[in-house]
């Protein structure tokens, strides 16, 4: 068991080795100069020298790639290009907005996403089957930042319930735990949780509907357990599998929002990512790339370090 | 010691047999009786022709505009599903607008289908040190949400339809090659792939006969189920301004131009959106019809 | 036409030139353990494996699971490499003048798996006709010499040839196995199990059509099966193996009258007998065969073994000839006066009278 965890944690030093050269090499696959977004037109070939050697872009890659990797393990992920502050201030302001986007999108997205594949799955080729199934495929199939607007052309353009944009009252950006701040992730957390919603429900029907056709159930109901003992024993089998899905969608939730933030400019990580993008503030880019997949790189593993406690058969090896 | 060489003069030029129907007509016969399959592939060939014979449909000018006539409301004549907020008409710009999308959405996964496949057989097949760095590779991929390594590699090469492509390829080929990997690694161990070895076959010729013929079937399932999830990405690079750029017709593109048009006109605003839902259900539903009429488990 | 057709390997050493010359054949499989994979430890699947199979002839192999005999069919068909050891076929030895491919000329298998040794996407005259092919026979004729096959293995080639494994039953895809098997025409066939998984109505018939088809092609059978029925049937010679190793080998008949090796006789012990009369007074083997990671030290068989005496764990024993008959060999402790088991003595008398 101590020897699993141990295996997981250092097989991970690699992958995330892995994603820091990949996030490096972002800005150095780019075309042009990182620098020519921000230097004057008219900048002299010394100011120009005098900027690159600045950043550090006059060494050689390899060198750049420690440089800059020993500067990102203690935090120092660079200066923006457009706004000259640290890239790791930004991105963790952002962050904490875009966790909690993605805890709300959560709490809606997997308890529905598992009651309707448990539902499915138990009466499977029902007619409860037929219609979560076909909102499980829609749900899957819906491009997100479509059906954002949507919602918000019903419940704010139309309805005028909701609020269409930003994070609070007044263009605030600091979340608080109350109903003002409440009122503007509602419609986000939703569009947000379509996704994740259909893709646990589409694996848990499948999950339950497999188990529920296993010679061990039938024999469960041979020795004359109630059907709500049966329950018991296919949520015992279904779990290990549902939760390393749901571990992968919480990834996808805070790496997946960007397209959802931009379109209720929800100041997390998505919307400082499209600000990167526009303004080819490369640095800021790659900051924020990195701090998402390496959070995805972590999220991954707290599921499989999760996986022996509710899977016995991985205990045992 | 009978000799069979010399038995078969005697017996004569081989007699004609019954031919067992193939898998794929078998694959072919399953979808044709499965309702889903039908309507919704016979949708998903309508939007694909339409967009593919845009031109001789005598749809009006998508990139023709006017002033007078912005934001017009569904209904209105001569704009069968009104303007947008240049004027243009909706229904040819939504025609056309599947040309691109359709394009960028559906090469990405092809690309990363072959370059995946072949990876996953070489990986999966050769094993050792081959296997170890591509697929320790792919691992790296793998640790970025698809949507992130898209916008990522998206915004470094800048925007444009090629680089839409190749950043949407890259996506595509570390989830491929695993599949491909883990299904080839699996055929590997077969008996009838060692009986080919031990009938002298070279290689190469093992894999292409007995490998591929096995691998590609699930390989290419997987492939489409991947295509709706391409074309919402394609689509969304060009919503962010990663992808195409104006002035042509992309239904991404198209959804962010009218962004600020859902006040005035929220239908309007909503209907390069409903193109891509209804095409991305279309392609859900037929890879789920072909996993069932393939017979393939995961 | 005859040139078209693949030619078998010729015969280079005459008939007293044994086939194959195996000896201490070893193959260890490494499987990594630890947090680094660093403490990597051996699966001894076969481990000092020496024995010849004659021109002709029908080697039976038996033992339980695990005890190496389908890594020894895959190491004489050049599937799995060896370690350590000379495999002789013909007076060549393999990575010397032979290749693997002149190997596979000269030697071909038919699997356990009679499924799962069929491309499921190839029709059975493409499975027969594919191994012709490939060493240069014309489509058509690799397809005439499939059809010719078909018939000879009992299957209409009009009603077979076109079909697709999965439409055929165990019995007759085995059939198309062993037409596989010969449409290259190899002179040695390893046949791993290949009745096994078959009804015992259907095994009847294969081993028939074997018997036949080895009179028929002047081949040489190895034969592996866990059935001593089987094995008495249709073998010349059985070899006894136990974990991965040989304990006893001789001809069926000596062996059947007297089983040198406690394991053997444990072994035959635990067959069923439809004789009454036909009693055994050994004791059947208990428990399951020790882990081959780490076999026991000395003979192999000691820690099951109920002759067992302490020197039986320290010294490896070597094979000894049974009743001074050098064709019969095992490896036993009580039949090498020189051992100091305390036995010895009395079982050598026992054995010779």
């Excluded at chain 1, 429900?201 to 188990?211: E, F, G, Q, S």
């Excluded at chain 3, 010729?10 to 054949?25: E, M, N, T, W, Y």
């Excluded at chain 3, 067992?308 to 009743?323: H, I, K, L, Q, S």
Aim: hydrophobic letters at 50%; aromatic letters at 8%.
């Amino acid at each position: 068991m101590l020897i699993y965890f141990l295996q997981r944690l250092v097989s991970v030093i690699p992958v995330a080795l892995g994603v820091s050269l990949i996030c490096f090499m972002l800005v150095h696959i780019a075309p042009g100069d990182p620098l020519t977004a921000v230097m004057p037109v008219d900048a002299t070939a010394e100011q120009q020298a005098e900027m690159r050697a600045a950043y550090g872009f006059d060494k050689p890659l390899p060198v750049q790639f420690v440089l800059w990797l020993g500067n990102a393990l203690t935090g120092d992920l660079g200066t923006s290009i457009a706004s000259g502050r640290p890239v790791a201030d930004e991105v963790m302001r952002a962050v904490g907005n875009s966790l909690i986007l993605a805890f709300f999108a959560s709490a809606i997205g997997f308890p529905l996403g598992i009651l309707f594949g448990f539902l499915a799955g138990t009466y499977k080729n029902g007619v409860v089957d037929k219609v979560i199934t076909g909102i499980a495929i829609a749900g899957v199939s819906v491009p997100n930042y479509w059906l954002g607007m949507v919602l918000v052309v019903i419940f704010s353009v139309s309805l005028g319930w909701l609020p269409s944009m930003g994070a609070g009252p007044g263009g605030s950006t600091e979340w608080a735990w109350d109903w003002e701040h409440l009122r503007f992730i509602i419609l986000p957390a939703i569009t947000l949780a379509a996704v994740p919603m259909g893709i646990v429900t589409r694996t848990v029907r499948a999950l339950v509907a497999d188990i529920r056709s296993n010679d061990f159930v039938t024999a469960l109901y041979a020795k004359g357990l109630m059907s709500r003992h049966v329950v018991a024993h296919v949520i015992r089998n279904a779990a290990p599998t549902a939760l390393s899905v749901v571990g992968i969608q919480l990834g996808y939730l805070l790496g997946g929002s960007i397209l959802i933030e931009t379109v209720f400019n929800w100041p997390g990580t998505g919307f400082l990512l499209s600000n990167a993008i526009f303004q080819r503030d490369l640095p800021l880019l790659q900051g924020t790339i990195l701090v998402l997949a390496l959070f995805f790189v972590v999220t991954n593993l707290l599921v499989d370090l999760a996986q022996p406690l509710i899977d016995p058969r991985i205990r045992r090896t | 010691m009978a000799s069979i060489g010399t038995s078969i003069a005697a017996s004569g030029p081989p007699k004609a047999v019954v031919r067992s129907k193939g898998y794929w007509s078998g694959v072919g016969a399953r979808l044709r009786r499965d309702p889903v399959a039908l309507v919704f592939g016979t949708f998903l060939f309508a939007i694909i022709g339409a967009a593919i014979f845009a031109p001789y449909l005598g749809l009006q000018d998508p990139y023709a505009g006017s002033m007078v006539s912005r934001l017009k409301p569904v209904g209105t004549p001569g704009h069968l599903l009104g303007t947008d907020e240049l004027g243009r008409d909706m229904l040819a710009r939504l025609i056309y607008g599947g040309r691109l999308t359709l394009l960028l959405g559906l090469l990405p996964v092809l690309f990363a289908f072959m370059i995946g496949t072949v990876l996953g057989v070489l990986a999966g097949f050769v094993g050792g040190l081959v296997n170890a760095v591509i697929m320790r590779t792919v691992d790296v991929f793998f640790a970025f949400p698809s949507v992130l390594l898209a916008i990522a590699i998206s915004a470094a090469l800048g925007a444009g339809i090629i680089n839409s492509i190749v950043s949407l390829t890259l996506v595509f080929i570390p989830p491929i090659t695993r599949v491909a990997e883990s299904v080839t690694a699996s055929v590997r161990n077969l008996e009838y792939v060692d009986a080919a070895r031990i009938s002298g076959a070279s290689a190469f010729t093992v894999v292409r006969v007995h490998v591929l013929g096995n691998v590609v079937s699930p390989i290419f399932v997987y492939a489409t189920s991947l295509t709706s999830v391409s074309m919402i990405l394609a689509a969304g690079l060009s919503f962010l301004g990663l992808g195409v750029k104006p002035p042509e017709a992309e239904w991404g593109l198209m959804l962010n131009t009218l962004r600020s048009a859902i006040y005035i006109n929220p239908l309007i605003a909503a209907l390069p959106g409903v193109m891509i839902f209804i095409t991305s259900l279309c392609l859900n539903l037929l890879s789920d019809s072909l996993r069932t009429a393939m017979n393939i488990k995961d | 036409m005859a040139d078209t057709v693949v030619d078998p390997r010729p015969d280079r050493g005459g008939p007293a030139q044994p086939l194959v010359i195996a000896k201490s054949l070893k193959r260890h499989f490494t499987i990594s353990k630890g947090l680094f994979g660093m403490k990597a430890s051996a699966v001894r699947a076969v481990d000092d494996v020496s024995f010849t199979v004659e021109k002709g002839e029908t080697l039976g192999i038996v033992g339980e699971s695990g005890c190496g005999k389908s890594t020894t069919a895959r190491i004489l068909v050049g599937l799995t490499p060896i370690d350590s050891g000379d495999l002789i076929f013909d007076g060549e030895q393999l990575g010397g003048d032979l290749t693997l491919k002149d190997l596979w000329a000269g030697v071909q298998m038919v699997f356990q798996d009679s499924y799962a040794s069929l491309n499921p996407r190839l029709t059975i005259e493409d499975t027969i006709a594919f191994g012709p092919r490939m060493r240069g026979t014309s489509t058509d004729d690799a397809r005439a010499l499939a059809h010719e096959l078909l018939t000879r293995v009992g299957l209409a080639p009009e009603r077979f040839a076109g079909r697709y494994p999965h439409e055929l039953s165990g019995g007759q895809r085995q059939r198309v196995n062993i037409a596989r098997s010969l449409a290259i025409r190899p002179r040695l066939v390893i046949l791993d199990e290949a009745v096994s998984a078959l009804d015992k109505s259907v095994e009847a018939q294969v081993l028939n059509l074997l018997t036949d088809l080895k009179a028929e092609f002047g081949l040489t059978y190895v034969f592996i099966s866990h059935d001593l029925n089987v094995v008495r049937y249709i073998s010349d010679r059985i070899m006894v193996m136990y974990l991965g190793e040989v304990v006893e080998i001789g001809p069926v008949e000596k062996i059947w009258q007297r089983r040198a090796h406690p394991y053997t006789a444990a072994l035959f012990a635990a067959m069923p007998s439809m004789d009454p009369d036909d009693r055994t007074e050994v004791p059947p083997l208990a428990g399951d065969p020790p882990n081959p990671i780490d076999p026991p030290s000395g003979c192999r068989f000691h820690t099951r073994c109920a002759f067992a005496e302490p020197m039986c764990g320290t010294a490896r024993p070597t094979a000894m000839p049974v009743a001074g008959d050098a064709d019969h060999m095992a490896a036993c402790h009580m039949l090498d006066p020189a051992s100091g088991h305390s036995r010895a003595a009395a079982r050598i008398a026992e054995l010779a009278a």
